[in-house]
């Protein structure tokens, strides 16, 4: 049966989230504080983590970053009082795989889980490229003119929808929803900020802004 670890500290949103888990067929356990569920993750107690921002102990930003920094692959969705475009970038900078701001309808918190586990599945593909940039997707490696070049796991997965389909547009609305698993929001930048983050990395003239419609890998 799958994990699930829920780290949050407001019990009434814990037993919710666990009782409607359970009942779609999860094995659920909680945790209230950010050491103690920190501890948790790294053992490898669930297959899928949902983390709260706000924990005693550590916070919840700080508990992804040491996982991450740990080498844990874990899937990750944050669960956030927080909505604005600056935390969303914190949290899926630090290594989040999803975010989901309160007050949520469960079904939309376990289409999300759902989500994220069949990403968390093997891949087939073994690596994708174009020109002079590559990506080892196992690994989680990218090369330009081969050169690695150090990517976070929202980068990598940005980079691999370019590579993918190069000299395509790609709109916002497809990458919010390929990469970040969201409906698009008019006022959010968070594709924006990552693609200027991948032209800093890859190279400024790999990725062209199509105007009124989206990006386009050259």
């Known amino acids: ?41 790294l053992r490898g107690d669930g297959d899928l983590v949902l983390l709260d921002v706000g924990l005693p102990g ?11 920094a740990r080498g844990s692959l874990v899937p990750v969705i944050m669960l956030t009082a927080r909505s604005s475009t600056r935390d969303t970038v914190d949290g899926l900078d630090a290594g989040a795989n999803d975010y989901v701001a309160k007050p949520f309808t469960f079904e939309e918190l ?26 080892d997707i196992l690994a989680r490696r990218a090369t330009v003119a081969g050169r690695e070049v150090d990517l976070s796991a ?9 590579l993918r389909n190069p000299g395509r547009v790609l709109t916002r609305e497809h990458l919010l929803r ?8 008019p006022g959010s930048n968070v594709v924006d900020v990552y693609v200027r983050y991948l032209r800093g990395k890859l190279g400024s003239a790999r990725i062209v802004t199509v105007r009124g419609a989206g990006y386009r890998w050259e």
């Open 1 to 41: 049966m799958t994990r699930i670890l829920i780290i949050e500290d407001e019990p009434r949103i814990a037993a919710f989230v666990s009782r409607g888990l359970a009942n779609a067929g999860y094995e659920t356990t909680i945790i209230d504080d950010g050491v103690e569920g920190l501890a948790a993750a």
């Open 154 to 162: 929202r980068e990598f997965a940005l980079a691999e929808q370019f």
């Open 110 to 135: 376990l289409a999300r889980v759902r989500s994220r586990l069949r990403e968390a599945a093997p891949t087939t593909g073994v690596s994708v490229g174009h020109g002079d940039v590559h990506l």
């Open 58 to 68: 550590i916070d919840g930003f700080d508990v992804l970053r040491e996982l991450r």
């Open 178 to 185: 390929s990469v970040w698993a969201l409906d698009f929001d």
